[in-house]
């Protein structure tokens, strides 16, 4: 089926420096999110993206956090500055419509701020 | 506001043993609702969903019927194996403000012993 893929699948980073988690969706796909999962804890929505635009942000998609897909290419999440609280698997989806479609998730990407 | 409940944080179970896992939403639309299965290293996928009310999904021997008198979207199998050992998710799709909205519930990890 179709697949959508995160580079990378770990990232061990300090605390205050930039990270970028890269997703790379279905190809046909038009919509975008980023989830976050604390180990051990449920999986959490941050944000919504389309047509260059965020959509819908969570309480948790703090000012620290950017997302974009440049061009149609890889739809990114930025962290800068990071924060330890920010470790975390930070799961990309795609879906071809809002209409009843389901989402496609990546394998994840482990953060992990020291 | 809207939400997902699952009761159940871990549910073991013995080989051919038959599955009851618990999930109630609260919304004031017209949910479609969801079932994803997330193993161990991987994304969460897609289970099964229903879009109207009183009807019944399937996939792979589990079942879930929408309950919209008791706001309920339980997952049932018969009998289950061990490949089934994996964390499930209840979420719906809401239409909130012209922006269709995905909520998971907290997950329900499920260990089926040989």
């Known amino acids: 089926g179709p697949k959508v893929l995160q580079i990378p699948s770990h990232q061990i980073i300090d605390m205050g420096q930039m990270v970028t988690l890269n997703c790379d969706p279905v190809?046909?796909?038009?919509?975008f999110y980023w989830y976050k999962q604390i180990l051990g804890q449920q999986m959490e929505f941050l944000v919504n993206?389309?047509?260059?635009?965020?959509?819908?942000k969570s309480k948790l998609f703090k000012d620290q956090f950017s997302v974009e897909r440049p061009d149609g290419s890889y739809f990114t999440l930025k962290i800068q500055p990071t924060a330890l609280e920010d470790s975390a698997v930070y799961f990309c989806?795609?879906?071809?419509?809002?209409?009843?479609?389901?989402?496609?998730f990546g394998p994840g990407t482990r953060l992990t701020v020291l | 506001g809207d939400s997902v409940i699952q009761m159940q944080g871990q549910v073991t179970l013995s080989e051919n043993d038959f599955l009851f896992i618990n999930c109630t939403y609260s919304t004031t639309g017209y949910p479609t609702l969801f079932w994803y299965v997330q193993y161990s290293g991987e994304g969460p996928q897609l289970l099964l969903q229903v879009t109207t009310a009183n009807n019944k999904g399937s996939s792979r021997g589990f079942e879930a019927t929408y309950d919209k008198g008791t706001t309920s979207f339980h997952l049932q199998k018969t009998s289950v194996q061990e490949i089934d050992s994996a964390v499930y998710y209840c979420a719906m799709r809401e239409l909130n403000t012209g922006n269709y909205k995905y909520v998971f519930g907290a997950g329900t990890r499920l260990k089926v012993i040989a």
């Open positions: 989806a795609s879906s071809p419509d809002w209409g009843g479609y389901e989402q496609y």
């Open positions: 993206f389309y047509n260059g635009k965020v959509m819908e």
């Open positions: 190809s046909n796909h038009l919509y």
